[in-house]
């Protein structure tokens, strides 16, 4: 069964800095597209960051700027740096997997930013 692990959240002031790291148990490249999303308390879940298996990379307009995706197929990681954090950051982020098996998502990390 593919297993999606997140690590790396927190809690930061304004303006800190954050890395988020997911272990998938199959490679990365066996995925279409690997994506980071979030969901604040009482919003819908959207979607953060994306990368293809064509190394496309899609950023939600908020993060555009602060936040990098990047994928190490050696290590079967995706990360997601996060910069210049704001407290509407403030959400569980949740890592997930596309691929020919289906869709996989994470248990999520939480994530705070105070101001």
């Known amino acids: 069964q593919v297993q999606l692990v997140e690590s790396g959240g927190g809690s930061v002031q304004a303006g800190g800095s954050l890395r988020l790291s997911c272990i998938t148990s199959e490679p990365t490249s066996t995925f279409y597209t690997m994506a980071w999303y979030r969901q604040a308390p009482g919003k819908q879940r959207e979607m953060v960051a994306m990368?293809?298996?064509?190394?496309?990379?899609t950023y939600a307009d908020s993060v555009k700027g602060r936040f990098t995706i990047s994928r190490n197929r050696a290590e079967n990681k995706v990360v997601l740096e996060m910069n210049t954090l704001k407290p509407e950051d403030t959400a569980v982020y949740y890592c997930?997997?596309?691929?020919?098996?289906?869709?996989?998502w994470g248990q999520g990390t939480q994530v705070t930013v105070s101001s």
């Open positions: 997930n997997g596309a691929g020919r098996g289906g869709e996989y």
């Open positions: 990368k293809t298996m064509y190394d496309l990379t």
